[in-house]
Each structure stands twice: as C-alpha cells, then as structure tokens.
C-alpha cells in the first residue's frame, strides 16, 4: 500500500504551548487528508478534513482556532494544537487520501501534554 | 450523517476458529466499506474493502461479505492464528469522510 509518515511520533510538552504535527504522503499525491483522535481503547474520531489549496472542514465541536490545519502541498498536511492543555492529551492520526475511496493511514503522534 | 454501529465489542476464539464481525450504517448512500487491523499503538493498516455494487470478496483467509439492502457488512476471518489478535475498525463512506465503528477487540489464543 501506499506510505504515509507523521512527525513527531510523539510529543511531550508543557501545557500552554502549541505542537505541530506533520502528515506526509510519500509515493502519491493526496488532495485530501484526514486528521484523527483515538482515546486509549476508542475509536477513531474525525476531527477535519484538509484539502490542498483550501481551508480544512472541521467536524462538529472540533474548535477550529485550536486544531489549526494546514495543507500546502499534494503531500504535506499539518496540525497544530495551540495552547495545549493536559485534555488535549491523545494519540493524533492522519491519513491521505490515494483514490476517491482509498485512505491509508500514518503512524500517528502520541501527545502528552503536563 | 452516517452511523456505523459495530459488534462484538470484544471476541475470543481459539487459534484456527474463525472470527466474525458484523456492522451495520445507517445512510444507504454509502458505496464505500473497508476494515481495518489496528495492533496496539500502531496505525490502522487496510485489510479489506468492498464497493456497493459487491456482495461479497474475498484475500485469503479474509472475507467480506455486503447486504445492501439490509444496511450491513461483515468480516470474516478464517482458521485464525494469533497474530491475528488485535482491534478491528469496519467504517462506511457516502461522502468525503469515513465513519468508523468503535472497534472489535480480537483475541486468538494457542
């Protein structure tokens, strides 16, 4: 399948300040991409979907001027959590968008924020 | 929007058994079905998927089958092995996004 990378894999900060995650698709170009929360033993929960030269479409009671999204190019998406506080503290997943159906997943980034 | 439900939440079978996992969605325009394999701290990773005009498809010991009518799909794993222990997510897609369901936790014992 198709690769995806994220970076950092995981995180630790202080609360209060803002972390940035990368999503990188390596082999294709993706117009779309998909950033993710998953709680310990839940599901995956759609936070917003990025799309490349627009504004990412945030799902419903996801605070957009907290999750900022960023999709510069065909392969790079980016999520940056501000102001971080210690409930904001889970394991981040992106995934990009090969065909009209396809999605493939990164490795995701584990924050924990103090 | 869509609502995937998903069930069991958690399955034991022993080794060489065969699992099953049923899912059913709620907006008949979804076309779109894949299953994902989650080991703990890792990505999802695609096992399977099946479009609307299927009923059913099949990699191995892996199967899915589709009712459309009846709004539900299911995985099915044959002569399972312990490897195959982990989380399994169905998700359904009609628009832009996937909807997940809230996992199956597998357990295959020896």
């Known amino acids: 399948g198709a690769v995806v990378s994220q970076h950092p894999s995981w995180v630790i900060c202080k609360s209060g300040t803002s972390v940035k995650i990368e999503c990188r698709s390596l082999?294709?170009?993706?117009?779309?991409m998909f950033w993710y929360r998953q709680f310990p033993k839940q599901s995956l929960m759609l936070m917003a979907t990025s799309n490349e030269g627009s504004k990412a479409t945030y799902e419903q009671g996801v605070e957009k001027d907290k999750f900022l999204i960023n999709h510069a190019s065909l392969t790079l998406s980016t999520l940056t959590v501000t102001s971080a506080h210690p409930e904001d503290s889970s394991f981040y997943i992106c995934?990009?968008?090969?065909?009209?159906?396809?999605?493939?997943f990164g490795p995701g980034t584990r924050l924990l924020v103090l | 929007g869509e609502n995937v439900e998903q069930h069991p939440s958690t399955l034991s079978v022993q080794e060489g058994d065969s699992a099953v996992i049923k899912c059913t969605y709620s907006d008949s325009a979804s076309n779109y079905f894949p299953w994902y394999k989650q080991e703990l701290g890792k990505r999802p990773q695609l096992i399977i998927d099946?479009?609307?005009?299927?009923g059913e498809k099949k990699d191995q010991r892996i199967a899915v089958t589709l009712n459309k009518t009846a709004k539900h799909f299911s995985l099915h794993i044959t002569e399972t092995q312990p490897e195959d222990s982990a989380v399994y997510f169905c998700a359904a897609r009609g628009g832009y996004a996937l909807n997940f369901g809230k996992g199956t936790s597998l357990l295959v014992t020896p």
């Open positions: 099946i479009r609307s005009n299927v």
């Open positions: 082999d294709f170009q993706a117009t779309t």
């Open positions: 995934s990009a968008q090969q065909t009209a159906e396809t999605q493939y």
